[in-house]
């Protein structure tokens, strides 16, 4: 373990930006980044065209002449590439541009922070190589597939070979996950957060010590700064003092996830890291510290393992990182929407419930 160190806490203000075209970027939903790395005569021609046009119809109107005088070619250029770095320029990037939500996060925020996803090929250096005897073997169901479940029609009590009362309540929930995530208009997670709690819960990660956080508020403090904030949908933290293990999940529906945001990658980064700097901020110390995390679109669940060593940590501290970085291993390793294991399936059902009780055998160790 590596020697306590002393901190200077510090009571800054974060001090947000007043601009005009910022305010328009950080209401996108999803945002798609071009870096830009040479800016042409000819490219900008057209646009200052446009500001003089703008210009001239401004002095007919002082409310659009002070819009107007806030613009310039710069600002200009940057947005219509949706980057908000200067030039976009990995150097300039600094603090100030980072988003207040992990939701806006993006891939080039991703990088200011030397945070990346890599595809692991080997399934435990993700999922730990543990030795667990007892698996919930009642819900893998091997009659009971996504035909199955995706009919509207399904009722659970015609299932004869199922009795058992929290595997029915899981199946219907599971019925619901199936319908939603093959709506083609609609964006509702209702659905698939009572699922993932129950696979949670089955899985036995609410048992003492562990314990289940719903949607508690997490920030990324570099500086000693609360500098973005993230709301995990589900944390499971340890009750022992020491809370250096934690599973992040996040759930998604399919209309909510793209290339754009790595599938939801970008904010399961900041959302790691966010949980990781509330450890440190618990145990006052900087430690090495051992995260997993579990994405969930609609019925395709993927899991992570990061590993953030204490020099990240101490090296935040001064600012964005420059020397330490962060690596986050993907299994299954493809990246898509529907690349994890599917748990309306019995082999993914098996695959996922597998996974979940290995992690909590390897937090209770």
């Known amino acids: 373990m590596p020697p306590k160190t002393s901190k200077k806490r510090k009571n800054p203000e974060i001090v947000e930006s007043e ?3 910022s305010q328009q970027r950080s209401k996108r939903p999803i945002r798609h980044v071009t870096i830009v790395t040479n800016e042409s005569e000819n490219f900008l021609a057209p646009q200052r065209r446009q500001s003089e046009c703008l210009a001239n119809l401004a002095r007919e109107d002082s409310g659009l002449a002070r819009a107007t005088n806030d613009l310039n070619i710069g600002d200009i250029s940057r947005s219509s590439t949706g980057s908000r770095s200067s030039l976009g320029s ?4 600094d603090m100030k541009d980072l988003p207040p939500s992990s939701v806006k996060f993006a891939t080039e925020d991703m990088q200011a922070l030397n945070t990346n996803f890599i595809a692991s090929p080997d399934k435990n250096e993700v999922i730990p190589d543990v030795k667990v005897t007892e698996f919930p073997e009642q819900y893998f169901l091997l009659d009971v597939d996504r035909k199955i479940l995706a009919n509207a029609d399904f009722n659970v009590r015609q ?4 009795s058992n009362p929290e595997v029915q309540t899981f199946l219907t929930k599971l019925n619901s996950v199936v319908l939603n995530g093959i709506q083609i208009i609609g964006t509702v997670e209702t659905f698939t957060d009572t ?4 696979l949670l819960r089955i899985a036995k990660l609410n048992n003492f010590p562990l314990m289940i956080r719903n949607q508690p508020p997490r920030k990324l403090r570099i ?4 500098c973005v904030s993230s709301q995990p949908d589900f944390v499971i933290e340890m009750q022992n003092g020491a809370k250096n293990n934690i599973v992040v999940i996040e759930d998604k529906h399919m209309k909510n996830v793209g290339q754009s945001n790595g599938y939801g990658e970008t904010q399961i980064a900041i959302e790691i890291l966010a949980c990781g700097s509330e450890n440190v901020r618990s145990i006052d110390e900087y430690k090495d510290q051992t995260l997993w995390a579990v994405r969930v679109i609609s019925t395709y669940v993927t899991f992570y393992k990061a590993f953030i060593s204490a020099k990240y940590w101490e090296e935040l501290e001064k600012g964005l990182p420059k020397n330490q970085s962060v690596v986050v291993k993907r299994w299954p390793a493809k990246n898509g929407w529907k690349s994890g294991f599917n748990f309306a399936e019995p082999d993914g059902r098996r695959e996922v419930l597998t996974a979940l009780v290995k992690i909590r055998q390897k937090l209770l160790q």
């Open 195 to 198: 699922c993932v709690d129950d």
């Open 90 to 93: 990995r150097s300039s990037y």
């Open 19 to 21: 601009s005009s075209i």
């Open 223 to 226: 500086k000693d700064v609360p």
């Open 159 to 162: 299932l004869e070979s199922i």
